[in-house]
């Protein structure tokens, strides 16, 4: 964690590790009281369930999804089971995607994937059971009259769904081993990544009933933050070591997966990542202060080392 | 088919056949009209998950959905999305079930299996994109105060979740080679089957404002139906050749999965789910003649031959 890189004048002087601590910690006991307990029958589907979802994730989409709706003078609790909603989307997709059929991964956080450790079928049973799970949270938030329950599950639906992070896992498998252009590479880590960082970050707007233009700064900031957290992601894959990530190092290339490093260079994929999350930040102008802990996660997020 | 062995009186001269193909033509249309087109990118992903939702599936669901509409007084437009959103959660979790990590099987209504079509990774994708494009396909049905989006939402990921359907998958795979109880088989066909056929009937109800008490009775047609619904299931796979179910017949027997015939023996289980169907037909006295729909479904799956 690069936490004392900061450049931002907005970030400066801010406790992020104290924040991200004080935030991981509210998702983790939010997600414990919202998931069925592990002793729930039949106990195998939940333990699996749970396994995954409390295998040391850095919980950033619900930090992201929290620091919105603070940005948009929104209270926790109100974001808290939107936020929830998206980790179990995007805990369902990383268990997924390790599938023997897809990315065939036996490592995730530094540890054995769901599969390893229940078996191919129940591991696709827990993702199904994440990615419904999450739609009945999603069910418990607040709703508004300009946002209500039918808005937040419709753009969480379009988020998880078949054009966004489901055609972002297609077209990295279909990409494998062919030569893609930076434009297709561009499209994958776009619905792979950006479409749940952005929704993560729209969810916390709505849930703080946040009027049309922060809502539109908030796509902007998630949008170019997720695309850059995605260029980052393939960079470390590169540089750094199973150990370091907690992860399988040097998949992509593994994989014959194209990454940024691999089409427009290191240094250039360093630049891109820079200037996307300068625009990133450009967005959060809108909020002035109330945007310093979503200033903060976006540094982070580019300055990271694993 | 069997549309002619009638007993109930309430079903006697309906057009069950007619009512049949009228209902499964609309909801063909209604699905094809709210789900993404095959043309959608990235494309193999839409054209997998349509092969499965168009490969010729009864939709009894759905019609249950829109006859407990009917039978309580509401339209077959506003039950519509709600019929369509239980249809993509069954064709999703046929898709996963047939999957070589689960029951492997290769034939699915005399058609190849997705995975078989479309590879294991598009397969399990499609799955997902079907589920995920349930939730987002509920949420444009009407509420109503009684029934707001949130409470359509909540039944049916209750109805999808690790607690019902997905938890009948988890037992049917775990019971497997081993020796059950009538009440262990009972359980995995009460999730398994039971749950979602119940949300289909109450979804139904709540898509007409449906007040408690038809409610209370739509919730017990449904159980009833769908326990019934899966012991003739567990009949047809002995008594049936594959041909004429259209998919792989005896499949119980060669995975070593518990039966009702298999445990109570053949002519208790058809006196169990001839015993299940008149609990269901007693809970649609009710409706009165407004149920006719709803009891000749009934009587057709208990007297089905595929």
Redesign the interface.
Known sequence: MSLNKRSNPLVRAFDLKGYLAQRTAAVDRALHRLL?PAT???D???KA?RYSLFAGGKRLRPALCLAAAEACGGSIDQAMPLACAVECIHT?SLI?DD?P??DNDDLRRGKPTNHKVF????A??A???L???A??I???CR?WPRY????I??E???A????EL??G???D??GEGKKLSAGQLKYIHEKKTSALLCCSVRLGGMSANASAAPLRALTDFGYNVGLAFQIIDDILDVTQTSEQLGKTAGKDTAAEKATYPSIVGMEKSRAIAAQLTARAFRALEFFRGKARPLAALAEYLLKRDK
């Open positions: 069925p729930t029958k039949p195998t589907i939940h369930m369902y997924h599938l059929a897809m078996g191919e079928a129940v696709i049973l993702g199904d059971g990615l419904t799970e739609f009945a999603a069910a418990r709703g209500p329950h039918r808005v599950i419709a969480l639906a379009k998880a769904g078949s054009r489901i055609a896992q297609v077209a498998l279909e």
